[in-house]
């Protein structure tokens, strides 16, 4: 259900603030990445699941994506140049 609902927006704000010449590489970019963090992500949290239990698991889920837009915030000037 979350992912049924981000995930439309998230596409059309891709399409929307990139540049139409830049348009194939900046969806192929954010397809990656989503496929990515599935990838990656799921197993991991089942891996942390298995060794420490589902707390951890959660606060996983809550301190990557947390650190991934503090990571983005402080570079953000440099992204965009």
């Not at 197993?43 to 420490?52: E, I, K, Y």
């Not at 996983?60 to 990557?64: D, P, Q, S």
């Given at each position: 259900?979350?992912?049924g609902l981000a995930f439309p927006n998230s596409a059309a704000t891709v399409r929307d603030r990139s540049e139409?010449?830049?348009r194939g590489v900046a969806?192929?970019?954010f397809?990656?990445?989503t496929v990515?963090?599935?990838a990656i992500g799921a197993?991991?949290?089942?891996?942390?699941?298995?060794?420490?239990?589902w707390q951890y698991a959660m606060i996983?889920?809550?301190?990557?994506p947390l650190f991934c837009g503090i990571v983005y915030l402080i570079f953000k000037e440099k992204l965009q140049s």
């Open positions: 259900l979350g992912h139409e010449e830049n969806t192929g970019v397809y990656a990445l990515g963090g599935i197993p991991l949290s089942g891996l942390v699941n298995d060794l420490a239990g996983l889920g809550v301190v990557v």
